[in-house]
């Protein structure tokens, strides 16, 4: 079965700093990548998609992400974070429209 | 723009009652979701359909029921709900192939007591 990994549970960052959220997972065929964020009280919103073409991806608000093929990775790079940043961030991978596995979530904390 | 709606946005029940949470989208997209939300799980998800009359199980489908008689909207019913279904409920609808997103609702908190 597809599975998901964000080892990442709780990250805690001062605000400036650079921030990486690891996603690995486990499908080895083509596969469709997706960036969420859910900001407190709200729904989740998309970030940023990949499906095909540059492996290095940007979406909103400053984020990008780099899929790795050989490592089964989609990694969340923002260079430097703001407060309002502060939002739990789900990695998804799909292969169909009806097969999407989301992570456990990743709750970032961006401190003044 | 509307986009999704989820109704209601709280509810709290007694375990044994029959819950029907409802989802409505205005984009005409043919796949529809619903999904559960709980600490430490992520989203899971629990039926999903391709189309009107067409509805799937997804990873966690027991004590849930759901219909999809028009294209927009996807009532996700608890026939008896159990405390163990206490959680965060979010609708969400997609185009239809793999590489477009999913769009989602607000979600609805259930309480069960």
């Known amino acids: 079965a597809q599975s998901v990994s964000q080892h990442n549970h709780h990250v805690i960052l001062s605000e400036a700093a650079s921030l990486e959220l690891g996603c690995n997972y486990s499908?080895?065929?083509?596969?469709?990548l997706f960036w969420y964020v859910q900001y407190p009280g709200q729904h989740l919103q998309l970030l940023l998609k990949?499906?095909?073409?540059?492996?290095l991806v940007k979406g909103i608000k400053g984020f990008e992400a780099e899929f790795i093929k050989s490592k089964f990775s989609f990694n969340l790079r923002k260079p430097s974070v703001q407060w309002s940043d502060t939002a739990e961030y789900f990695c998804?991978?799909?292969?169909?429209?009806?097969?999407?596995?989301f992570g456990t979530g990743t709750r970032l904390q961006v401190t003044l | 723009d509307a986009g999704i709606t989820q109704s209601p946005r709280y509810k709290i029940t007694e375990t044994g009652r029959q819950v029907t949470l409802m989802c409505h989208q205005t984009?005409?997209?043919?796949?529809m979701f619903w999904y559960r939300q709980d600490l430490g799980h992520g989203l899971r998800l629990i039926y999903y359909?391709?189309?009107?009359?067409?509805?799937d199980k997804g990873e966690v489908s027991d004590g849930y029921v759901v219909s999809r008689s028009k294209t927009e909207n996807f009532p996700l019913t608890l026939e008896s709900a159990t405390r163990s279904q206490t959680s965060v409920y979010f609708c969400?609808?997609?185009?239809?192939?793999?590489?477009?997103?999913?769009?989602f609702g607000d979600g609805t908190r259930l309480s069960i007591l």
């Open positions: 969400a609808s997609s185009k239809g192939q793999g590489y477009q997103p999913q769009h």
């Open positions: 499908y080895g065929g083509t596969v469709n």
């Open positions: 990949y499906f095909s073409g540059d492996p």
């Open positions: 998804a991978v799909g292969r169909t429209a009806s097969k999407l596995t």
């Open positions: 984009w005409s997209h043919s796949y």
């Open positions: 359909s391709a189309a009107a009359d067409i509805t």
